[in-house]
């Protein structure tokens, strides 16, 4: 589990904790859309098989929202807001961390056979996204 206070997390960031199911067979983490994820899912992909030392996400987005889940394994999450950062240790397949637009997310550190759902609020659109940091800075002073 994330380990770190609500109020410690960059503007806008929420840490989700979905419903867990556990018995002697295993367990089941489940969420609803406006219930506790807090948007109507448009889109979902999950990111694997990812290579030793290489980094994913490194971008924020102008209007989408995401919930990034650990599904196994472990990495880091770096998110920031333009003034605060933190890194977070994703390992916890039922708690993920809402990334909000206009912060930056970066997934680094990644375990072998780790892997991550990101639920979005919207359909992929290249022109939502900001790859440069600087213009990222930009955006987030205005």
């Known amino acids: 589990m ?3 206070p609500q109020d410690k997390l960059p503007k806008g960031c929420k840490m989700i904790e979905l419903p867990l199911i556990g018995d002697k067979r295993g367990s ?3 969420g609803e859309c406006d219930k506790h994820i ?3 899912i448009e889109r979902v992909f999950w990111t694997y098989n990812i290579k030793d030392g290489h980094v994913r996400g490194d971008h924020a987005h ?3 929202s995401m919930v990034i889940f650990p599904l196994g394994g472990s990495f880091k ?3 920031d807001d333009g003034k605060e950062q ?3 240790e994703m390992n916890d397949p039922h708690v993920g961390i809402l990334i909000p637009p206009l912060v930056w ?3 680094y550190d990644f375990t072998p056979n780790a892997a991550c759902v990101s639920l979005a609020s919207e359909p992929y659109s290249a022109e939502d996204y900001i790859h440069d940091y600087k ?3 930009e955006l987030t002073t205005e």
């Open 86 to 88: 933190i890194v977070l």
């Open 105 to 107: 997310c970066k997934l």
């Open 28 to 30: 089941l983490a489940f």
């Open 135 to 137: 213009e990222f800075l």
């Open 38 to 40: 807090p948007f109507k």
């Open 2 to 4: 994330i380990n770190i």
């Open 62 to 64: 102008k209007t989408c």
């Open 77 to 79: 999450m770096e998110v």
